[in-house]
């Protein structure tokens, strides 16, 4: 600290997601003191495409950010340091001579490379050996068939990326490049592990998968770790010099955010989608249930590389979305709750939401949606109760999987998101796994994450222990359902994602 100045009392993360870019303060404490958040726009260029403009993402999160200093009368002295907590994979490459972006952002769930992916891995042994380096099932999800498809597209991208005149980034390499006005192209191992171009075993980039997808070494960030720095603020209109002293990918950060600091640990996320992660600790655990293997988030003394499996769920809040907005079932999602409640059971009714398919462990992406067991007796209710169901039961086919791949039973489960506000799917998702769901009070671990992630490389706060205490009154789940009746739920499940195979 400078002299005179006062001591500062908070961190300030910054939350980049895929619809929204969010400034979040959080104190001492671990307290969400206040949040300004700016959406942008989603631009679909043709079906199965999405792009966001770089810009607009830099101006929302740098807007989001100054209206929070505004808003709380706060200058450079207040803030400890900044961390960011952002939308994965999502790819930008721009020139730094002018800071300009080559064309718009290529988004995570843009559909527009799955050929450039099949042409380049399709091959089983190729596609078994980037398994093995990164972790990942080849996906157009990732970042390297994305940068690949800017090089082969931009006219004159490939020549200029090839004189060293072009970088690439995920949205955090872009923000900490641009809020360190140019002076550090660097990223986290959690975003870089999914790139699909980290060696996640190794610790860096890898020269064959570079070369599989025809990108110069040159473009590519340095990776730090999670919890250290990134540089000093030095953007017009930002306080000068505060530190950027964390990054990680969202659903790495949601894991530190719940204080999953050691192997067995696990959290899931209900939002949109479900995701699930399980800490392994310095194992890097490789599935055999269509699972991916991926960097975790360390504390700043962790002298290892320490990882996780994921696994994902496409369609969960979604499919009460779909109860609101297609059926007009409901009006709003807290409504599910007690209509849920109102029936004694499901009534045999159940909802398989595989609009795009059926992800882990049944990889069917064939697979399309379903409502089976309809009686004469059926109704709304037991709709909504089943949409709501599905969410626990395709979390519990996760959990399962990973059990599996683990080799041990979980024994908790730390869970947040939106749709954890529903006690309901709560205690129905407890009943169904067996083990203790534990939902903390501050359900945007997210942002926690990579407060914590900056704070803690500043000695903002001491250590991970002291995170630990910090975490306050949970509300805990256990099964209260007698297991004949778990046991009767599930096969119910079982048989009705069967028939939609
Ligand atoms: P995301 O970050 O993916 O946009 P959120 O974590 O904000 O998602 O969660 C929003 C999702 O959760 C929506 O799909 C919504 O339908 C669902 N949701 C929100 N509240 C509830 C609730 N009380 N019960 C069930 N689902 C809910």
């Given at each position: 600290m400078s002299a005179g100045t006062r001591e500062a009392r908070y961190v300030i993360a910054l939350d980049q997601g895929t619809t929204s870019s969010r400034a979040v303060l959080v104190d001492r404490s671990g307290t969400?003191?206040?949040?300004?958040?700016?959406?942008?726009?989603?631009?679909?260029?043709?079906?199965?495409?999405?792009?966001?403009?770089?810009?607009?993402?830099?101006?929302?999160?740098?807007?989001?950010?100054?209206?929070?200093?505004?808003?709380?009368?706060?200058?450079?002295?207040?803030?400890?340091?900044?961390?960011?907590?952002n939308q994965r994979e999502t790819t930008i490459v721009w020139d730094p001579s002018t800071g300009e972006p080559v064309m718009n952002a290529i988004v995570w769930q843009c559909r527009r490379t799955a050929a450039l992916v099949e042409e380049r891995c399709g091959d089983p042994e190729v596609a078994a050996e980037v398994r093995a380096r990164t972790g990942l099932l080849p996906d157009a999800y990732f970042s390297a068939s994305k940068i690949a498809w800017i090089l082969e597209n931009v006219p004159g991208a490939r020549e200029r990326a090839e004189r060293g005149e072009l970088l690439f980034g995920t949205v955090d390499t872009w923000l900490v490049w641009v809020l360190t006005g140019g002076l550090v192209h660097a990223t986290d191992v959690t975003n870089a592990s999914r790139t699909m171009l980290y060696n996640i075993h190794e610790g860096c980039w890898d020269q064959w998968l570079l070369d599989l997808f025809g990108?110069?070494?040159?473009?590519?960030?340095?990776?730090?770790?999670?919890?250290?720095?990134?540089?000093?603020?030095?953007?017009?209109?930002?306080?000068?010099?505060i530190p950027i002293a964390g990054v990680a990918g969202d659903q790495q950060s949601a894991l530190f955010g719940q204080c999953c600091f050691e192997a067995g640990q696990a959290k899931n996320t209900y939002g949109t989608g479900c995701f699930l992660l399980l800490h392994t600790g310095p194992e890097a655990c490789v599935s055999h249930n269509g699972l991916v293997t991926t960097v975790a988030a360390s504390a700043p003394d962790v002298d290892r590389t320490e990882y996780a499996l994921e696994g994902s769920v496409f369609v969960a809040g979604a499919v009460i979305q779909w109860l609101r907005d297609e059926l007009g079932l409901i009006r709003t999602a807290g409504e599910t709750e007690y209509l849920a409640r109102s029936v004694e059971d499901n009534g045999?009714?159940?909802?398989?939401?595989?609009?795009?398919?059926?992800?882990?462990?049944?990889?069917?992406?064939?697979?399309?949606?379903?409502?089976l067991g309809l009686t004469r007796g059926a109704s709304r209710a037991h709709v909504v109760r089943a949409a709501l169901e599905s969410l626990a039961?395709?979390?519990?086919?996760?959990?399962?999987?990973?059990?599996?791949?683990?080799?041990?039973?979980?024994?908790?489960?730390?869970?947040?998101?939106?749709?954890?506000?529903?006690?309901?799917?709560?205690?129905?998702?407890?009943?169904?796994?067996?083990?203790?769901l534990r939902r903390p009070q501050n359900?945007?671990?997210?942002?926690?994450?990579?407060?914590?992630?900056?704070?803690?490389?500043?000695?903002?706060?001491?250590?991970?222990?002291?995170?630990?205490?910090?975490?306050?009154?949970?509300?805990?789940?256990?099964?209260?359902?007698?297991?004949?009746?778990?046991?009767?739920?599930?096969?119910?499940?079982?048989?009705?994602?069967?028939?939609?195979?």
């Open positions: 969400m003191v206040d949040v300004v958040q700016r959406a942008f726009t989603q631009i679909y260029p043709t079906p199965g495409w999405v792009e966001h403009n770089p810009q607009e993402i830099l101006f929302s999160q740098l807007g989001s950010l100054t209206e929070l200093l505004q808003k709380r009368g706060l200058g450079r002295e207040d803030i400890a340091c900044i961390g960011i907590d990108i110069p070494a040159s473009m590519m960030p340095e990776v730090r770790r999670s919890s250290g720095s990134f540089g000093e603020t030095s953007y017009p209109g930002i306080p000068a010099g045999g009714v159940y909802v398989v939401p595989a609009f795009t398919g059926l992800g882990a462990p049944y990889w069917s992406p064939d697979a399309r949606g379903a409502i039961y395709q979390s519990a086919d996760l959990v399962r999987a990973m059990e599996a791949d683990a080799g041990a039973p979980m024994t908790m489960l730390n869970v947040d998101g939106g749709a954890s506000k529903n006690d309901f799917l709560m205690q129905f998702q407890a009943d169904l796994l067996g083990c203790e359900i945007e671990t997210t942002s926690l994450g990579a407060a914590y992630l900056a704070g803690l490389a500043v000695g903002f706060w001491s250590g991970i222990d002291e995170l630990r205490r910090l975490r306050t009154t949970d509300d805990v789940f256990v099964r209260r359902m007698d297991l004949a009746k778990v046991e009767g739920y599930l096969a119910g499940w079982r048989e009705a994602v069967r028939r939609t195979l």
